[in-house]
């Protein structure tokens, strides 16, 4: 089954670390990527820009209105995501639980993906 782990962290956090604890933390992620693909179940993955860089789209009259930012202030961000295809949701579970941003506070949401015939 599909599942997208949708990766929740402290993004002002994240970026007040300094380069050397960047740089390990990187190699952190490295590593478990390289463990996700050799395990066959990563289908894709991504990180994403930070949230300063976002566009929020709403409804407006008459067009859609965009802002800038994102949707919600939260403490945590959504900074990226993996699509993957778990055996079930305990494997999918136990990838999240891998992620190294988890030790730290972080947190993982897992969606099953809806799959349509069409």
Do not use: C
């Amino acid at each position: 089954m599909k599942y997208l782990l949708l990766i929740y962290d402290n993004e002002g956090k994240n970026m007040s670390m300094s380069p050397e604890a960047m740089s390990e933390k990187l190699d952190e992620w490295f590593k478990y990527i390289d463990e996700l693909r050799a395990s066959g179940i990563l289908l894709d993955g991504s990180a994403l820009q930070p949230t300063a860089t976002a566009t929020t789209v709403r409804v407006g009259n008459p067009a859609p209105l965009a802002t800038d930012g994102p949707f919600a202030e939260t403490k945590e961000q959504l900074g990226g995501f993996y699509l993957v295809d778990a055996s079930d949701l305990d494997d999918a579970i136990g990838w999240a639980g891998k992620m190294p941003h988890i030790a730290d506070g972080g947190s993982v949401e897992i969606r099953p993906i809806m799959e349509f015939d069409l």
